[in-house]
């Protein structure tokens, strides 16, 4: 029911939880496993991370609100989430690593639960475009109050094409105006199921968002998944992320929502995409008088009804036609704009070549700043670092790897094996493999320095941490 003090918020009995994982694969190479598509973005001037967080915070108290993403994520997620409310950044969960939907709401159903056995939790997608606000917050009204009732309630969307990446809901009989009961589900279906589903005109588009009362839900976890429900009842004894590795990677729409029989649908009357492919990044963007849309340093000739993107230097596109063009720094991507599903395949095909383009971009974020990969080879990798103004990296040392410091800009406090010296613009200074050393920025604005590896091994994972202000030291 609204909240009687703000006029459009929920009482206080409902809580949001904002599902941030996610691989970074259908949106490949602009999206990578270290930077997925809702820490992008993606058009205007928000990621759709923020958009998410914003358009919650029109129904949700902020101390009503969490955010569950990935330990790799979890310092940008903070970060971007405060751009937007600073006390979210205090409501943001981390996976130790993914497992998956359904243990990603109960980690976050964890900080719900209490003594009250009425709470209800509205879970959302961190990565979708939603309009129409008015009526997004009208039909989770609508979802709550069925929710009260005992009801697990999802929203479906009214499908205008067949689409092959999004799954779909059977609807059954008519409850009340706009929503139903549920017959059953269809995963990705092919093209001419997707066709005959549009045809039939039962079927709906699932979002993935779904409001339920927390204690229903955890009944049916109990019922569906006793190894989860056994993780979850040992929490007073041990943190839930002390167990993850050990449970199953699994959605909660395999592994309870489908497994249920009291599933009501509610119709959205709000407008929904999952920017879930190039395509439907295609069909929302701006064109042009030749039907293209066109992002960075483009120069398109005789092109029609084509996306093309460069994040890399100058794309010269000649003659294309309904194709996408993706470039970044170190990928590009090109295909019809009929094969836009087989990226995945794509990514999937990297992955078994043991790429690291599906893991990162050449610039990587982290909580102290960035470092961009300038060039490397065997032995020698060159980066460029640069760190916030009074921010500061690990005390830290490597086994296999000497390094090279220069200042291009800005001031640097460097500490080598206890002694500290402070560096300005062409200083430099020798890192000795195996030396206790650490990087920081007492400046008030960005330290940028190129840093010079050398050695036979130069992964991320030769850092051995001794302290570390963001946590990151493994006991």
Known sequence: MPDANTGTGFAEECHAIILAGGSGTRLWPLSRNLLPKQLLVLGGKLTLLQQTVRRVLTAFAPGRIWVVTNEEHLFEVRKQVATIDEGLAGQVLSEPLGRNTLPAIMLGLDRVVGDNEKVLAAVFPSDHLIGNGDAWIADLLKGACLATRGRFVTFGVEPSKPETGYGYIALGESLEEGVFGVEGFVEKPDLPTAQGLLRDGNHLWNSGMFLFRAKDFLKQVARCQPGLWDWWMARAERPLVQGYRDIPNISVDYGVVEKIDNI????????????????AMYRLGDKDENGNVIMGDVLAMD???????SQGGKLAAVGLENMIMVQTRDATLSCPMRQVQSVRGVVDALKAEGSRLVESHPTVVRPWGSYCVLEEGPHYKIKRIQVNPGARLSSQMHHHRSEHWVVVDGTAE?????EVRIMVENQSVDIAKASQHRLANPGKVPLDIIEIQSGPYLEEDDIVRFEDVYGRVKK
Do not use: K, N
């Not at 092109?303 to 993107?309: G, N």
């Not at 460097?414 to 206890?418: A, C, L, Q, S, Y």
């Open 264 to 279: 009501t649908v509610v119709r959205a009357s709000f407008e929904w995409d999952d920017l879930g492919s190039w395509e």
């Open 303 to 309: 092109c029609r009804d084509s996306l093309l993107i």
């Open 414 to 418: 460097v500490e080598v094996d206890g």
